[in-house]
């Protein structure tokens, strides 16, 4: 089992700049690669970045390509996300998840731990 907590959301203005972190517990070593998912009310759940423990090899949705970075300190078992130039389009409950492949993926069924979300607004 693998536990994920995500901190760091809350409300911003367009424009403006927000970091999430996202802490694993648990059987980490399987967190092959840990991703960021997001939804907002009414939509399906959809990709936004990934990123390989192994080699650091990520993966950007187009929407925030530029803008966001996703990083990951494996010592502390933690993976990140810059998110810069925000849009009231990014505004949804984003997600941290992980799956025990190297391979990087965008759907969500192929990540089989996932927090709680937590919740970014974004106001224009």
Not at 27 to 48: D, H, I, L, N, Y
Not at 94 to 118: E, F, L
């Amino acid at each position: 089992q693998v536990q994920l907590v995500e901190f760091g959301g809350g409300l911003v203005q367009a424009g403006g700049s927000l970091r999430l972190s996202c802490v694993a517990s648990g059987r980490t070593f399987s967190t092959f690669v840990m991703g960021w998912f997001r939804q907002a009310p009414g939509t399906e759940r959809e990709f936004v970045a990934a990123i390989s423990r192994w080699d650091g090899s990520t993966r950007y949705a187009d929407s925030v390509k530029g803008r966001f970075t996703i990083s990951r300190d494996n010592a502390k078992n933690t993976v990140y996300l810059q998110m810069n130039s925000l849009k009231p389009q990014d505004t949804a409950v984003y997600y941290c998840a992980t799956r025990s492949s190297a391979v990087i993926t965008t759907s969500p069924n192929d990540y089989d731990y996932w927090g709680q979300g937590i919740q970014v607004t974004i106001s224009s």
